[in-house]
């Protein structure tokens, strides 16, 4: 039953509503990993329409106190996000360990992370990609299109793009699995040794197809983040343009405080 307090405070219904039901996850009295009352139910608890219902589960969802799967409904959070720290994901030492950066990344929160390979094969560069890789739009390159789960939920869709040139002496790379330390690892052991990785990061709503891929509800926001791999002479080796599900990552960066 919806509190008092949701009745007589001044604020905008809807956040009366995320505030008594995240006074209830917080308190145990929605524990973790339960379901999250329906549309109609909390409709009919709290008297109010639909619009204000789903407002109040999007500010749950903000304060990362709920996560939504698509066809599924909501339900209150039972671990949290990964925490995934730029400076140090691709340290060589993961790759030296055998571990591609998300699955160190999920390991290090509690999770257990999973990986569907969803295409490997010659495509044609984008705009945008063959720009960042100095090739003419167009350009055959190696594709690889992954789509990442933790605990058995999707987090993540990410494709990357290789340069032709690069890669077509590197067999394990047009493998499903690329083997141990993923594909920079097989690019490092072939001379293209690394030097650093430069990131675009933007926020935005899910298209529909993201919206399927990930399971979101529609309207979710998601992370649009393109990554160029640099080696040691300056040349970009990989693109990857990844789509994150917002509710599921906490981005720290590092910077040093120098010229």
Same mark, same amino acid.
């Given at each position: 039953m919806a509190s008092d307090d949701v009745a007589s405070s001044a604020k905008a219904k809807y956040l009366q509503i995320a505030d008594d039901l995240a006074a209830q996850i917080k308190s145990g009295g929605l524990a973790p990993g339960a379901a999250v009352p329906s549309e109609a139910g909390l409709?009919? $608890?709290y008297g109010v329409a639909s619009g204000t219902v789903r407002k109040a589960v999007a500010e749950l969802r903000t304060a990362q106190l709920i996560e939504t799967h698509h066809g599924r409904g909501s339900f209150v959070r039972s671990r949290p996000p990964v925490q995934r720290q730029s400076s140090d994901r691709f340290r060589r030492a993961h790759r030296n360990a055998g571990k591609a950066a998300y699955l160190a990344e999920a390991e290090a929160t509690g999770g257990v992370p999973s990986v569907t390979v969803l295409f490997v094969g010659p495509a044609e560069a984008p705009l945008e990609i063959a720009e960042r890789l100095s090739l003419p739009a167009g350009t055959q390159v190696l594709a690889r299109k992954r789509r990442y789960f933790r605990d058995g939920v999707p987090t993540e869709e990410a494709m990357s793009y290789l340069p032709w040139d690069v890669v077509k002496d590197i067999p394990e790379v047009f493998a499903e699995n690329p083997g141990g330390g993923g594909i920079y690892a097989r690019l490092e052991e072939h001379g293209h040794v690394l030097a650093e990785f430069t990131e675009s990061v933007r !926020? $935005?709503? !899910?298209?529909? %197809?993201?919206? +399927? +891929?990930? !399971?979101? *509800? %529609?309207? *979710?926001?998601?992370?649009?983040?393109v990554r160029n791999a640099i080696t040691t002479d300056g040349r970009v080796v990989e693109v990857c343009d990844t789509i994150m599900a917002a509710d599921q990552f906490v981005l720290d960066y590092r910077f040093a405080a120098r010229d």
């Open positions: 409709m009919q $608890r !926020a $935005r709503l !899910a298209t529909k %197809p993201e919206t +399927a +891929a990930l !399971a979101l *509800s %529609p309207g *979710s926001p998601v992370i649009h983040l």
